[in-house]
């Protein structure tokens, strides 16, 4: 959150009051809505959408050079969207975000715990270290398996419905990049 919060130019000392409203709100994105926790949802919908409004109004007003300036004045000088949906889009950077950054560094330091080789090569080598911190953040570390619908180009039988079959892929950082299984 504090990354997040250093992008968008929001104060990091707002990280956790922020980053509590993005993770209880990440529960409405689940595929079965969690309706037992539906009034903490909207009560952290409503709070974060505030608390996004009030920093673009009051960058509306002067300017800090960080990011949200930057949108704000873009968005006076050529409104394509309602205000609302810019609050919307920068909610669901802040979301988006939060919970990306802390799994993928949760996953980092699990997978280098998994290969204690890699740990060394890490510790005994800091200018791996960006490399490491890529590749998690990048989300290859945080993609420990994904549904894939892969689609067969070629027609059956003249029919032009494409034959999709499901199969699965397993993503792995590895020293090089990342490694793709399927």
């Not at 330091?109 to 200018?127: F, I, M, R």
């Not at 994904?146 to 029919?159: E, F, P, W, Y």
Request: net charge neutral; glycine share 6%; hydrophobic share 45%.
């Amino acid at each position: 959150a504090e990354m997040i919060a250093t992008i968008l130019g929001l104060p990091r000392s707002d990280a956790s009051y922020f980053a509590s409203r993005a993770y209880s709100l990440s529960r409405a994105l689940t595929p079965v809505y969690p309706l037992p926790h539906h009034d903490e949802i909207e009560a952290a919908a409503a709070e974060l959408y505030g608390y996004i409004e009030e920093n673009l109004t009051t960058r509306h007003a002067a300017s800090r050079g960080d990011l949200l300036s930057t949108l704000i004045a873009d968005w006076q000088t050529n409104s394509a969207i309602p205000f609302e949906s810019l609050v919307n889009q920068i909610l669901a950077i802040i979301i988006g975000g939060s919970d990306t950054t802390r799994a993928a560094f949760a996953i980092l330091v699990a997978s280098l715990l998994q290969h204690p080789e890699q740990w060394a090569a890490v510790k005994g080598d800091p200018t791996l270290i960006p490399g490491a911190v890529l590749v998690a953040v990048g989300g290859a570390a945080l993609i420990t398996s994904i549904a894939l619908l892969a689609v067969d180009a070629k027609r059956n039988k003249g029919s032009k419905k494409a034959n999709r079959a499901k199969t699965s892929a397993r993503v792995s950082p590895t020293p090089s990049g990342i490694q793709i299984r399927f």
